[in-house]
């Protein structure tokens, strides 16, 4: 036991939002967690849609899993998803903006199905699945994953433990320096070791930082975000954001899908830092598909707790 010396950074004490969960993993990363889910399975196979972040199939394909990939049509809908009794199928909760009833009537129609909310960190677990959410995308945390399921906890004992410290200042630089330059280099850094470092327990300062967070405040503001981000940008999206949303759903962004290229560009100049999801798709898939489409127009507005609708109303102006 340490007593005394230097005073370190001071956190709140039990509130994580999963405290209470007995079958529970504690990881690093969302791809870690992912592939841990799918290790609970028991499964040979796993099928992963294509509209996905190229990081989860690079970290999944370099860890050894086999792989079979889907298509979604617009809305949202598996196609050509056909696993045989000994897959497991990762279903996405997009946006976090699909609803409890919707992701578990999906995971109904599949074996051994994995639910990714890594968008979508307060969804209801789907009983009877493995649900994987995502810390760091709603929480000010360098890094940190669940996975809540039957048995969530196996392996677990196994994995060595992560360590953030080292690489975790970007989240103060961002205070005094803003997120471009110095503290966006910092961020690349800790991207760097989360790929370095594989699948392994969260570290304590992430695990710190998540007992600490103020989850009712979170809830409530990203909520409200949205819908005023709806009454604002309703009209011109070409995107339905309400067709699975529900009052269980706290979306992680607001997605704006506008055909208009140069709409980026003006966002990125006025210093809403945001960008097109997993563009890379752009020359794997054909032009005429729905995932073409969405990584090429679809921007992700931000609507977390930071902000509010003075925010929106700027974002609204550059639109």
């Known amino acids: 036991m340490e007593i005394g010396s230097f005073i370190e950074l001071q956190f709140p004490k039990g509130k994580e939002y999963y405290a209470g969960e007995k079958d529970i993993a504690r990881l690093n990363s969302g791809r870690a967690a992912i592939l841990h889910a799918f290790r609970c399975t028991g499964a040979k196979t796993l099928w992963l849609p294509v509209y996905q972040c190229d990081c989860v199939r690079e970290f999944l394909q370099k860890n050894g899993c086999a792989l079979r990939f889907y298509r979604i049509d617009e809305r949202f809908d598996p196609v050509d998803l056909t696993p045989s009794p000994e897959d497991a199928v990762l279903l996405v909760n997009y946006y976090g903006v699909m609803s409890h009833s919707r992701m578990a009537s999906l995971a109904a129609k599949y074996p051994h199905p994995i639910i990714d909310n890594s968008q979508a960190f307060f969804a209801q677990p789907v009983e009877g699945a493995y649900n994987v959410c995502s810390a760091r995308k709603f929480v000010g945390a360098p890094d940190g994953a669940y996975v809540l399921g039957p048995g969530a906890e196996r392996f677990c004992e196994t994995y060595e433990q992560s360590f953030s410290s080292d690489t975790s200042v970007y989240l103060l630089e961002r205070i005094e320096y803003g997120c471009e330059g110095k503290a966006y280099e910092a961020r690349r850094q800790n991207e760097e070791r989360i790929d370095r470092e594989g699948l392994r327990r969260m570290s304590k300062l992430t695990r710190t930082i998540l007992d600490g967070a103020n989850y009712e405040t979170i809830r409530a503001r990203r909520r409200a975000n949205f819908d005023a981000a709806h009454r604002l940008f309703g009209g011109v999206n070409r995107l339905d954001p309400l067709r699975y949303y529900a009052e269980d759903c706290v979306p992680m962004v607001y997605p704006l899908l506008a ?18 999801w997993w563009s890379y798709l752009l020359e794997e898939v054909p032009a005429d598909s729905f995932e073409y489409y969405i990584s090429r127009y679809v921007i992700p507005v931000t609507i977390d707790q930071r902000y509010g609708e003075k925010e929106l109303e700027y974002i609204r102006s550059i639109v």
């Open 259 to 276: 055909e208009d290229d140069g709409l980026l560009d003006r966002f990125l100049a006025h210093k809403h830092f945001q960008g097109h």
